[in-house]
């Protein structure tokens, strides 16, 4: 059968712990942390990189930075791990971002059971025994009663299957795997492929190393000005002296981050008001312009008025005419795609070394040896191409791993036609497997530490009932599963998210994958209270045996 060309792990010479953790990032170090130090098991951490710090330590492209504000971007759950450190800037770059993490993998005494350069290739349930054996990519073999995913919804890079790249004589580079000694971008033609969060990101910084800079363009994105700057002193001692209120907002808030939505409609203004409160916000910058209205997200006809509004601060900001229509035509709702915010993205079309290059009306057909060439035949010379071209989001590192089940079941079979998870955190048929921030939970929609520390404490306390009650096993039901991607799906169709068909929320820059809305848009602080409910009432949806 199906199961016997897979690798079998053998128990024989498997190292044994309690649980078994799948990723070092923020999700796994604090799971290890949690298990480990909390509830006294025996815990490892397995993670292909050399370093820890996940997101933050593969992605080293020109420009990568965060889009959540420093003292939101971090741990809250310590008092002096959150006052010890200082951020030096609104928006903190990735070598800032991977040097807190390697501090926090110090300061918890984490590396002593972190294991580096260790792939999982495959994980398989022994009933009999109870426990997971997993193997990595050398063959190494492990076993352990609780597996737990920490492989990050953004860790999987998608190069898009263009014709004719390995015939390219130049150097092709994906952003989330970029070279650690860097990339020399003097005197170089450089092609960026992609303008999503990331690719809005590098343009400026790309742009001003390169000799030039052609950005292929698909669909044209929103941005806002991040308005990027140090952090004043003042500000430093505001966010130490007030942990607990911070911590205490982010958590009240569907998305996670410290800052209220206005409890006020697009409709309640007059055009004139409403244009003041959206230069306060551009002026002010960041994802906070999405919190200027309540309804934004959820009345197209509310979402239009931003959109106009930032439409026509790029036709003001770009000033070649062409240009600017190209990156103005957005066919999609704000903020229905991810949002970017940005430093300079717009401005850097009115360098004379930057170009637009339109795909979606003429796409690219193939890359030949020394570069691009459309379906039109017209060619760009290119010495680097850059894929800014995101991930496969969500599924693509858990389906990377080859994890059967109980009674055979693959959990490619189980998500044939899209995830299913309960909350988020278990899937049916996989007994003793955690997903932290799987498809189905708040996620890549949330300020992301916020969502991770709920999964990893619940998950924490959802094993430390079972030891409480001697319980070996826990697994979710079917129909707890069903129920809960129809309230996935319904909270999605309360929102106008679902209308940007070519999002990766969706799973759409992914050839094959299945359409399915994978993020819970119901909201972090309503995700949190389900949550809490669920374990109050002795783990409800949940079959402990
Ligand atoms: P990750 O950091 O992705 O870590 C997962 C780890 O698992 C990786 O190190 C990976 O190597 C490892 N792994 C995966 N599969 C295996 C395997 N089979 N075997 C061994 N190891 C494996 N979020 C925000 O909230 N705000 C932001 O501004 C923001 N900006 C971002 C910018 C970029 C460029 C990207 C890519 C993501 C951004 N995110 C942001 C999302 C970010 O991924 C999360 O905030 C957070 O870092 C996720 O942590 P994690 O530990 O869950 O996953």
């Not at 008001?273 to 002026?283: D, Q």
Request: net charge negative; glycine share 8%; aromatic share 10%.
């Amino acid at each position: 059968g199906a199961t016997q060309t897979r690798p079998q792990p053998a128990a024989g010479s498997a190292t044994t712990v309690d649980a078994l953790i799948v990723g070092a990032g923020f999700s796994g170090m604090y799971q290890l942390h949690c298990l480990r130090d909390r509830l006294g098991l025996s815990a490892r951490v397995l993670e292909q990189g050399s370093g820890v710090g996940g997101t933050w330590y593969w992605n080293r492209y020109p420009g990568a930075r965060c889009d959540s504000e420093s003292h939101s971007y971090c741990f809250t759950f310590d008092k002096e791990l959150y006052e010890e450190w200082e951020w030096s800037e609104r928006y903190p770059e990735q070598p800032e971002i991977l040097r807190y993490l390697n501090h926090v993998a110090d300061r918890l005494d984490l590396r002593r059971d972190i294991q580096l350069d260790t792939r999982v290739k495959a994980a398989r349930w022994d009933a009999g025994a109870n426990r997971w054996l997993v193997e990595t990519e050398a063959g190494e073999r492990f076993a352990a009663t609780w597996l737990i995913t920490a492989v990050g919804c953004l860790s999987s890079a998608n190069v898009p299957k263009i014709p004719g790249l390995e015939s390219f004589e130049g150097d092709w580079y994906h952003t989330g795997q970029w070279p650690h000694e860097g990339v020399d971008l003097t005197g170089k033609r450089v092609g960026q492929i992609g303008t999503g969060s990331t690719g809005i990101q590098a343009v400026p910084v790309i742009a001003a190393a390169a000799d030039h800079l052609t950005v292929f363009q698909r669909t044209a994105n929103y941005s806002i000005p991040a308005h990027n700057a140090p952090l004043t002193r003042e500000f430093k001692d505001y966010v130490k002296r007030n942990r607990e209120p911070l911590r205490a907002l982010m958590q009240s808030t569907p998305n996670g981050h410290p800052f209220a939505i206005e409890d006020r409609s697009v409709h309640d203004l007059t055009p004139d008001e409403r244009e003041a409160v959206y230069e306060a916000a551009w002026e002010k910058g960041g994802l906070q312009f999405r919190a200027t209205f309540r309804d934004l997200l959820v009345d197209k006809a509310a979402n239009d008025t931003a959109a106009a509004f930032l439409k026509r601060k790029i036709r003001q900001t770009v000033k070649d005419p062409a240009t600017a229509a190209l990156l103005a035509n957005i066919d999609h709702p704000f903020a229905t795609k991810r949002p970017p915010i940005d430093s300079h993205y717009f401005e850097a079309y009115n360098r004379p070394n930057v170009s637009l290059v339109d795909v979606r009306s003429d796409p690219i057909e193939r890359i030949t040896p020394t570069g691009i060439q459309l379906r039109s035949g017209a060619e760009h010379e290119l010495d680097i191409i850059v894929f800014a071209t995101g991930f496969d989001a969500m599924t693509g590192a858990l389906l990377k791993i080859d994890i059967t089940g109980r009674d055979g079941l693959t959990l490619k079979q189980a998500w044939e036609a899209g995830p299913k998870t309960y909350l988020g955190l278990q899937v049916a048929g996989f007994p003793n497997l955690f997903t932290v921030t799987g498809p189905g939970s708040p996620s890549v929609l949330c300020n992301m530490p916020v969502a991770i520390e709920q999964h990893v404490e619940w998950i924490t306390g959802c094993i430390a009932h079972m030891r409480e009650h001697g319980f070996a096993r826990v697994e979710t039901t079917p129909e707890s599963a069903d129920r809960w991607v129809a309230h996935v799906n319904d909270a999605a169709d309360a929102t106008l998210l679902p209308m940007a068909g070519h999002s990766w929320y969706l799973g759409a820059n992914i050839p094959g994958k299945p359409r399915v809305f994978m993020p819970y848009a119901g909201g972090m602080a309503r995700y949190r209270r389900i949550c809490d409910d669920v374990a109050a009432h002795g783990y409800e949806g949940f079959e402990f045996a």
